[in-house]
């Protein structure tokens, strides 16, 4: 069976690597011999307005292809839309299978998270239905890490080097003075702590590492983890806090929205998210008095540093967009790529295929024995597992003094 | 003259290339014969209490040097501590020259910004008077770039690299939507705005670079500026925006602690100063009903971002410590080093020195000529200027996934 025309798309928010995914499945496309490689712009919302391209016109050679591996963000754009069920948005999908079929598509490939591989679930489901032959495939993304099944997803590993560099390095930073400092930084992951945890692989022998590590997974007591802040200031200097941006406390709000004394109200009385760190850092000051303190947030950085990337990362992300392609041509259909680890040390690691219907909406968090919730810590099973997803570097293509980036023109 | 016992201390701010200068006074001071390398710990602070380490006992091996020099922050530890009059703090220069003739030592050397020069200056003066035999030298550090005489600083090109790397791949993960977007980065910089032009230098073949560049060197007229932003949003779908931290506003206001409207209050009334750049954001979205606006801070990432530190800037600052101590060895004091430009493309920079007294306390801000201010712009003779110093890539020495550092043990 060959692989036919394709058509390939990206959703939700980007990573460092999902480029290097699309650069997979358009390279194995390619050499299997599609004749049009159709990348939808913005996702499946681009889809429905027509906003196609040939990525064959574009990505020209292979020195293209590897700089869109090393390229952040995505190529063909993303989007946050969510494809409604057939039975209700029947004139959505005519219309998205109209587009398909006039263009000859055989294969559809999908790059993304939870919501992603639902939307390949429902495509199939309505192309069973309808008899279109056609194939779907699902690649995994995102920074989060929380699809089932897979023992990782692409995209953690290097936001996880790049949270675990840049907190060794701020680590220095603080440590150079010698005053009592507390550092409190926030770190994506509304509902799983797996990029929070990350944080402890800055530490090692020459590096203390943070100090505490608040995840999603743990309710937050504020009256404990105060006393516990300031029973470790008694015998340290300095402190160094990782806390998830998705941290509630144990009345069940977040911690960003939190309430009381340390709520920021604009003019007009309204209350400031002001975010999980600044709230931390408001709270610390004001039970604790401590003087030098600062919060600081990843923000986006941590998801589009790809000047950081994990070398094991972007060839994996590369690896499952070949792996989602070869499947499709031999057929398969309503599959997502996962991993299955072989070994932690030496890392070993296989490409498998698990239905998507078992991954769609579900949702993975850092299991509950892996977690040292008494000492606001993670435990060394985690470290185990991260550590070999950080491994090796893939730098950038540096042009006059900063990275190069494969860019589609709008 | 031989060097003799030399004494070297870091003051400021930390940088990422900080510690290439003292590698550099180190390597010098060894090779030309130094019987001890004192350090003082957290600068004249430290000193003042006789807190010193004879760095030959932990810098043992030229691949200590090398990790010396890709390590962030102040080895030795830093302080903000100015030293006052010798009139006047008399005892404090009793108890710091004891020191030094208690360990002999023949060359002082202080690696940092404007006030660290004052040091320098008032040390050197005080040693004149009292018949002291000694040399003292200033090595230039600070990100800022804002010391006067020498054409730029160590850490400057560092800092600037990681702005527009940085910058180019949040343009990247704020493009990837199809959405009318603003982003607001800030930087720092309290009165010169070297680092917020910086961000010019993400834009090149593949990448538009930032739209707006609001420097501390031009009040913001808000009226206008708002007025500039729905124009340019007209145009364009997204708008990047890189504000310096030191922004005032034309009534001479800090825009970081603007009031009115936009000021957030904690629960007992306080304003909160919450940055430049969050309170630009509050006034677009305010005045423009922008829904998609964010900002984000760079905040001390940028100043100890080593693993994408300038190779150009490294071995500058490496040169410099060394020149700074061969100068001693030949006698020369009062002085700190300088670089002087002798072209821009291709790059060629010579070493020179200039007296302490005509830097001290003096700051250099960005040239009016070089300031496009009608379009919140600066012009392409700030790109000439900057673009050589963010040149060349002196990759961490990384272990485990993550850069290692060399560390001294408190």
């Known amino acids: ?13 980007p990573t460092s690597v999902i480029n290097a995914s699309l650069a997979g499945v358009f390279k194995a496309a390619r050499d299997l011999g ?48 969510k494809l409604g069920d057939p039975a209700e948005k029947e004139a959505d999908y005519a219309k ?17 998270g939870n919501d992603s591989m639902d939307s390949i679930n429902k495509m199939s489901g309505y192309a069973a239905a309808n008899g279109v032959d056609m194939r779907f495939m699902g690649i995994p993304k995102t920074i989060d890490n929380d699809l089932v099944i897979t023992d990782h997803t692409p995209g953690f590993g290097s936001a996880s080097k790049y949270i675990a560099s840049t907190f060794k390095e701020l680590i220095r930073d603080a440590a150079a003075f010698n005053e009592k ?5 926030e770190i994506m992951g509304r509902n799983a702590g797996w990029l929070t945890a ?24 504020e009256a404990s983890f105060i006393k516990a802040v300031g029973e470790k200031l008694k015998e340290k200097n300095t402190l160094f806090i990782a806390v998830s941006e998705g941290v509630k406390c144990l009345d069940g709000e977040y911690l960003s929205s939190r309430g009381g004394a340390s709520v920021t109200r604009d003019a007009f009385g309204h209350v400031a ?15 604790l008095g401590i003087k030098r303190i600062r919060s600081i947030e990843f923000s986006a950085i941590q998801r589009c540093a790809a000047h950081i990337s994990s070398r ?13 392609a070869r499947c499709a041509a031999d057929g398969m259909t309503s599959k997502m790529v996962v991993f299955k680890r072989l070994a932690d040390e030496p890392y070993a690691m296989a490409l498998d295929t698990a239905p998507v219907s078992e991954i769609a909406n579900a949702e ?47």
């Open 364 to 410: 993975k968090v850092v299991p509950a024995e892996w977690i040292d919730a008494a000492n606001y810590f993670v435990r060394k099973e985690f470290v185990t597992y991260a550590l070999p997803l950080i491994q090796g570097e893939l730098p950038p293509l540096m042009i006059n003094g900063v990275p190069r980036h494969l860019v589609l023109k709008k």
């Open 198 to 221: 990350a944080s402890i692989l800055a530490a090692g022998e020459d590096n203390e590492g943070p100090d505490m590590i608040l995840l999603p997974e743990t309710p937050l007591c």
């Open 181 to 185: 400092t507390v550092l409190v930084v």
């Open 1 to 13: 069976m060959s692989i036919g025309n394709i058509m390939v798309g990206q959703s939700g928010g």
């Open 96 to 112: 998205i299978f109209a587009q398909l079929k006039k263009l000859d598509v055989k294969s559809y490939f999908y790059i993304g």
């Open 34 to 81: 599609a004749k049009h490689v159709y990348g939808m712009r913005n996702g499946v919302e681009g889809l429905l307005e027509g906003r196609c391209v040939d990525m064959l016109e574009h990505v020209k050679t292979d020195a293209d292809i590897e700089i869109l591996k090393r390229t952040p963000a995505s190529y063909l754009g993303t989007c946050r839309f």
């Open 312 to 324: 094991t990362d972007v060839e994996e992300a590369f690896l499952a967009g070949q792996h989602g």
């Open 273 to 287: 998210l002001s975010g999980a760190g600044h709230n931390l850092k408001e709270l610390i000051k004001r039970e």
